[in-house]
């Protein structure tokens, strides 16, 4: 490919992704098609592979990607019936009480796939470890939680720029709680041992504060 | 006004405050002409008026906002014959070895008036207490810094989340030293008192280490 094809191309993806984000800003919250959209624009093959040799420099990471460890399937109600204090009762209860579907994810059929495939798939179960709620403010802690640990995930950053930007234009009294949770997520999230590639599934009769103390994470 | 009016018209300014947003994302650094549209666009009455209010609670700014102190003309040349340690070497030496101008600020005829244009002249001030560079990562904390003191404020909050995206789409490698960076900033313009209103022509003389512990301003 000529120089100047190339260009054009990262000028059009460049295009693409702003107006992915514009999207994103004036959807509102919970739009999964726009969300869809902007995923699609911001996973580039470049900017994957930095995350996954970023979070390869973890041993427990490096064997997920070659193993390719996947949750399968979770029985919601078997799990509510473990000890409450349990990772297995824990995230019942947040998919039950939420009427959550766990999230679905795509085939893994190489490290990129897989990478996105276990971000999904363990969405929620971060929400539980990391103690983040599925409330805007919750979504935004865990964002940057997420942005932390993932170093160069031009997804993670875009919906933290996108929320700082919705609250400047359509509700700025709330843009000072926005920027203490961004910070309080961020910080969480350089502090904490890497959850990438971590066998939840081996985990669901270890006590959420066993977990969260491993794991270093203050909640 | 009929509601149907007000609601075309609050479309119609989120429209223009999410464009302004776009053209300075696209803009090259340091593009004033851009910025200044920015600074329009989202300079409302309403939000303006927030901030004021929220300024107001500390009693050095709520004088401010009635006496409209202005910094006056700045003798560089003699401020940099002080000495070393004093605000008004550091602050001549800030603008006379970057050649920078004063920034020009408006009339000062109402508080909306007053809060733009004190900003707007002590920028290079607190540039200069904060420690922060005029570099990109400079700009970008003293953005943090600003929007914690200001609380309210669309313009250095939609800085923050430009720069952000700018990672996003042009540099992610750049993406997590800023944040790192806009939660350094954000915590320092928390923990720090208010700068806003301070008469700093009167502290020319005073050393930068006082003016900092006063401030509760840790570099």
Redesign the interface.
Known sequence: MKVVDRQVDETQW?EQ??ES??NM??AQDGDFEVLGKLSMA?SDPA?LQ?TIDFLSQDPIAKQAFIQRYRLGNVDLQALRLLPENTLGCLYAKHMLEKNLKPLEANTTENEHQYLMAHITETHDIWHVVTGCQTSIQGELKLE?FS??QL??S?FW??L???N??K????D??I??EY??I??SG??MG?NAKPLFGIQWNQLWNTSIEEIRASLNIIV
Chains 1, 2 share one sequence.
Not at 167 to 170: D, L, N, T
């Open positions: 460049q992704v702003i984000f514009v800003v004036k911001v900017s930095m940057a942005a932390a170093h160069t031009r950053l875009s933290i720029a996108k700082i930007l609250a400047v234009v359509y700025i009294e843009a000072a920027m203490d961004i910070t961020w910080t350089k």
